[in-house]
């Protein structure tokens, strides 16, 4: 059964599974020059210099989210009118560390001698561009991104929120966003590399969003596994809206029009002077199925499980990314 149609129930059945050991080699087909020019197409759109900074969800009432991107600290609230501010993570008085101030009605309270910040200029401190797109956190550093700024940040057109299931997984690895990017940006380890969550993979073709055939993205058929033969087949394209983000969408079969978005957000470097990335992935799922809205209605107890399955995923990528790092940092990477 092709992937577009799509049958009564989610589930197949594999007729004729193989091992992984007698699966298909995907080597050949995973060029090296392919999936460089991949990056080096993602890394020269503009991203206006938004970086995402957490998950809307992660924010809590009481007190700021605090986060260090490219090196500069940075911290984030809701004011007195629930709009998310965000601004510099250290007080202009003498430096203390705004993440670990309350905020009270919506405004910040510095911990150590009480300057008060409600999100516009005060004593020195100046707000920067913040934006929540009901999924994720986004603060713009120009000074960081160098580019032209834009006014919000590329938010991939996602399945309206109301009638979706999302969830967002964060981790951080010694590398670069590039690694991370360029780890997406390889679909043909799936099944090799992950062998528990996808079987029967196969590359069709790189084409752009519009299927004009441009080389800008990668279509692929796929099946998630689910229990022993049972998988649930679907075709997905990966593509690159910005420098930072890959984008995987299901465009046909079950969950068609769900995304999967990879961010990376550079921090800075660890104790030993080795850069560190945050991968944040949110899961955006949407069916028209009737028992779709079950799922919804149990989404907090179905959160952790997706924030689960992305983890593992997760820390075999990391592991691809954080290799791919260390050979570039010393001369030794051969793509």
């Given at each position: 059964m092709s992937a577009g149609r799509r049958g009564r129930f989610p589930l197949r059945l594999r007729r004729d599974p193989v091992t992984w050991t007698h699966q298909r080699p995907t080597w050949r087909e995973a060029r090296p020059a392919v999936i460089a020019a991949a990056l080096k197409r993602a890394q020269a759109r503009p991203s206006g210099n938004w970086y995402v900074v957490g998950a809307t969800g992660d924010l809590p009432?009481?007190?700021?989210?605090?986060?260090?991107?490219?090196?500069r600290e940075v911290v984030v609230w809701r004011d007195r009118t629930g709009r998310l501010v965000a601004g510099p993570g250290s007080c202009p008085h003498l430096g203390a560390p705004l993440g670990d101030s309350p905020v009270r009605c919506g405004t910040l309270i510095c911990?150590?001698?009480?300057?008060?910040?409600?999100?516009?200029?005060?004593?020195?401190?100046?707000?920067l561009p913040a934006h929540d797109d009901g999924v994720l956190l986004w603060v713009r550093l120009d000074e960081a991104g160098g580019e032209t700024p834009?006014?919000?940040p590329v938010v991939p057109a996602r399945p309206a929120l109301p009638g979706a299931l999302h969830a967002v997984y964060t981790a951080i690895g010694v590398c670069e966003p590039e690694d991370v990017v360029a780890n997406r940006l390889d679909p043909w380890h799936g099944a090799w590399f992950h062998p528990y969550s996808f079987v029967d993979l196969t590359v069709l073709d790189a084409h752009g969003p519009d299927g004009a055939g441009d080389g800008d993205g990668f279509a692929v058929d796929v099946s998630f596994k689910v229990a022993g033969r049972l998988v649930v087949p679907v075709r997905a394209?990966?593509?690159a809206p910005e420098p930072r983000t890959v984008v995987m969408r299901i465009t046909e079969?079950?969950?068609e029009g769900s995304v999967v978005e990879t961010h990376a957000t550079p921090l800075g470097p660890d104790g030993r002077g080795r850069p560190r990335t945050a991968v944040t992935e949110a899961v955006v799922a949407a069916s028209d199925r009737r028992g779709f809205a079950v799922a919804r209605a149990l989404a907090p107890a179905l959160r952790p499980l997706?924030?689960?399955a992305a983890g593992r995923l997760w820390r075999d990528d990391l592991a691809y990314a954080e290799r791919r790092w260390l050979l570039r940092s010393t001369g030794r990477f051969p793509g």
């Open positions: 009432g009481d007190r700021p989210l605090a986060r260090t991107v490219a090196g911990h150590w001698h009480g300057l008060a910040l409600d999100g516009g200029s005060a004593a020195g401190w100046e707000p834009r006014e919000a394209l990966f593509t079969g079950e969950g997706v924030r689960a």
